[in-house]
């Protein structure tokens, strides 16, 4: 037991050291509480045209599927929460798109992260995930400690908010499991559900994921859906308005990462800067960004729609 705690305390020490603003441990095991959730939501359409939600769904339930012999789901959270945002009365576009892609920052830190652990521990047998593969991240977050799902269904730390991003390292070692996050303290509040000008967020900790911004703006290949008009509220990449009324927001702290720092003049942007913008302009402005996920047709499409 003694060597497991010093390896538990090996990896949050290098966790901590890389910049990430929680690291927690939960035992690699099948999601049983989930799989009903995930059905029932799939059956519902929820997912709209995201498709790829219906794939793999045992591995969704399962890390011991996506690395063999896994033993331990590592979580881990990632501030974005820039210190300035956009001007007022402009098109909008969601925080974490501000910088670089965080996919790849990420990536790069989970990497070196998993490096240490093979210097220090020993050869270990593991993978990286950052939003890009079939991974519950936000149910493993809150078995391994880190926080608890907020009516919006992203997850919130007392001391943190929710501007954050999510992380696991799936690896076959076994570990010190942190106690898993078992109070919800968002009480009676409905904040997020009254702010939601789609009414995508359902008041059973359930969000409508076809009737979200963010969804509509970036997900969504074909036209949207007309019932949204005058409900975007200028949301033309993502939509933060969920997060931006949560009163645990209220303690959030500015990030330190500066590859996520805007480019220049991306917080400046008007109206019109947005409506002439042209191609070239976008490649620059976005460069290695997330944004570049919806292309500048997606983007245009998006702009065109709210000044219609």
């Known amino acids: 037991m003694k060597k497991i705690d010093a390896h538990s305390k090996i990896i949050k020490k290098h966790a901590e050291r890389l910049g990430f603003l929680s690291c927690g441990i939960a035992k690699a095991t099948f999601l049983e509480e989930e799989a009903p959730?995930?059905?029932?939501?799939l059956q519902n359409n929820f997912h709209g045209e995201m498709k790829y939600m219906e794939n793999h769904f045992d591995k969704r339930l399962d890390p011991r599927l996506l690395v063999e012999g896994a033993k331990?789901?590592?979580s881990l959270s990632y501030n974005y929460f820039p210190e300035k945002q956009q001007t007022e009365g402009t098109f909008k576009i969601s925080k974490y798109a501000y910088g670089e892609d965080y996919h790849k920052v990420i990536k790069d830190k989970l990497f070196e992260l998993l490096s240490c652990i093979r210097e220090e521990i020993g050869e270990v047998n593991g993978r990286c995930f950052v939003d890009s593969a079939p991974v519950?991240?936000?149910a493993w977050a809150e078995k391994a400690g880190l926080g608890w799902n907020g009516k919006h269904t992203l997850l919130i730390q007392k001391q943190e908010g929710s501007f954050f991003f999510l992380a696991e390292l799936?690896?076959?070692?076994?570990?010190?499991?942190?106690?898993?996050?078992a109070t919800d303290h968002c009480g009676s509040c409905t904040r997020c559900i009254d702010a939601c000008p789609t009414e995508a967020i359902l008041p059973n900790n359930q969000i409508?994921?076809?009737?979200?911004?963010?969804?509509?703006?970036?997900?969504?290949?074909?036209?949207?859906?007309n019932q949204f008009k005058n409900q975007m509220e200028d949301w033309v990449f993502g939509c933060d308005i969920c997060q931006d009324v949560c009163p645990w927001n209220r303690f959030s702290k500015q990030h330190n990462e500066p590859l996520f720092a805007p480019k220049e003049?991306?917080?400046?942007?008007?109206?019109?800067?947005?409506?002439?913008?042209?191609?070239?302009?976008?490649?620059?402005v976005f460069k290695k960004s997330a944004v570049k996920r919806t292309k500048y047709v997606g983007v245009k499409r998006n702009v065109g729609f709210l000044k219609e």
Do not use: H
């Open 136 to 138: 519950l991240e936000r």
């Open 170 to 181: 799936i690896i076959d070692l076994e570990l010190e499991y942190d106690v898993p996050f």
């Open 37 to 41: 959730r995930l059905e029932a939501w």
């Open 208 to 225: 409508d994921g076809s009737k979200c911004i963010s969804y509509l703006t970036i997900e969504l290949k074909d036209s949207i859906p």
């Open 72 to 74: 331990s789901v590592i």
């Open 265 to 284: 003049n991306l917080l400046e942007m008007t109206k019109k800067d947005w409506q002439e913008l042209t191609e070239e302009t976008f490649g620059k």
